[in-house]
């Protein structure tokens, strides 16, 4: 089982930037299909973006334009750019991999 430790989260304000990043262990790294979820507070936890090990990525409508994933295959790292912030992007984000979650980081974008 991978295991995966988020990092970079924050308070922000609106307009911000914010980069998440996402540590994995395991050796076929590369091999694996990550992404970002999110979860505000009293809603259901939905994907914000995602990237295969071909460097296919998928997007939020929400997000398009503004978020960038990427990974790094050298590092066993995914990160995730969040650009123009909105506060409608507070929530607690997720890395996910294979059926393992990460503890998750808080992002909170406020004046």
């Known amino acids: 089982q991978v295991q995966l430790v988020e990092s970079g989260g924050g308070l922000v304000q609106p307009g911000g930037s914010l980069r998440l990043s996402c540590a994995a262990s395991g050796s076929i790294f590369s091999m694996y299909f990550m992404a970002w979820y999110r979860q505000a507070p009293g809603q259901q936890r939905e994907l914000v973006a995602s990237i295969t090990s071909g460097g296919s990525t998928n997007y939020a409508d929400s997000v398009k334009g503004r978020f960038t994933i990427s990974r790094d295959n050298a590092k066993n790292t995914v990160d995730l750019q969040m650009n123009s912030l909105k506060p409608e992007d507070t929530a607690v984000y997720y890395c996910?991999?294979?059926?393992?979650w990460g503890q998750g980081t808080q992002v909170t974008v406020s004046l």
């Open positions: 996910y991999s294979v059926g393992s």
